[in-house]
């Protein structure tokens, strides 16, 4: 069987939705009810252009936990905007025990 990739937050920014609700560093995100967070490296720093609550299930210290996150609008660069959550995952990880 592959080994599956896990999402863990190494990165949060300041006074962005995804500190504000609550994600921590070391956080593994294991699904999102709304979309698959995990099929692009940065997933998290940018929503893209959805605007509405994200759901994500979330492990943290052997717990399941869900939080609920409303992307900000946020200036990317000069020409650019776009709805963000403000966390990161770097480098991606594979567990290979599951």
């Known amino acids: 069987m592959a080994a599956a990739a896990t999402f863990v937050v190494t990165a ?7 500190e504000q609700a609550g994600l921590k560093i070391g956080d593994e995100i294991l699904a999102s009810m709304d979309s698959d967070p995990r099929n692009r490296r940065h997933a998290g720093v940018s929503a893209g252009e959805k605007r509405a ?4 299930e979330l492990l943290r210290q052997n717990q399941k936990v869900t939080l609920t996150i409303t992307p900000k ?5 000069p020409q650019t905007k776009s709805y963000r959550i403000g966390f990161g995952s770097e480098p991606m990880q594979v567990d290979e025990t599951r």
Do not use: F, S, T, Y
Request: no cysteine; charged share 30%; glycine share 6%.
């Open 73 to 77: 609008l946020a200036q990317i660069d």
């Open 53 to 56: 609550p994200v759901r994500l």
């Open 12 to 18: 949060l920014e300041k006074d962005m939705p995804g």
